[in-house]
């Protein structure tokens, strides 16, 4: 199986969604900090991270299903403090996500530049 910049490209855009859909899931649990029996939400991809035996996209929609967020029943409240330090987390991701799409881009430019 041959790994191209293509492949790369579409596994990072899916991380991209997957960044966004946490970050969202993060700030609802924020906003509803004090709200009487709401359930904490997020979002567990660390374990595709580092996965590239099988395509990404078909793990993650069978593990994860249409939607990505997941609610976590085993916590009822809800800790600001945790929450805040796991959007700083999910911003850290984000950056990588987006350097390494970044990065993509340029080798894709220099590939049809020097091919000219």
Do not use: C, H, W
Not at 4 to 23: E, H, P
Not at 55 to 63: D, G, R, V, Y
Not at 70 to 93: C, F, G, H, P, Y
């Amino acid at each position: 199986m041959t790994f191209t910049s293509i492949d790369s490209m579409s596994k990072t855009n899916l991380m991209l969604d997957l960044i966004s859909q946490r970050q969202r899931a993060l700030g609802s649990n924020v906003a509803n900090v004090d709200t009487p029996g709401y359930v904490r939400r997020d979002i567990d991809f660390s374990q595709y991270l580092g996965s590239m035996n099988s395509p990404l996209e078909t793990k993650l929609s069978t593990k994860l299903g249409p939607s990505g967020v997941i609610e976590d029943r085993r916590k009822q409240d809800v800790d600001i403090a945790e929450e805040l330090t796991e959007m700083q987390k999910n911003s850290i991701l984000y950056t990588m996500a987006t350097r390494r799409m970044s990065n993509i881009i340029t080798e894709m430019k220099t590939v049809i530049n020097v091919g000219k």
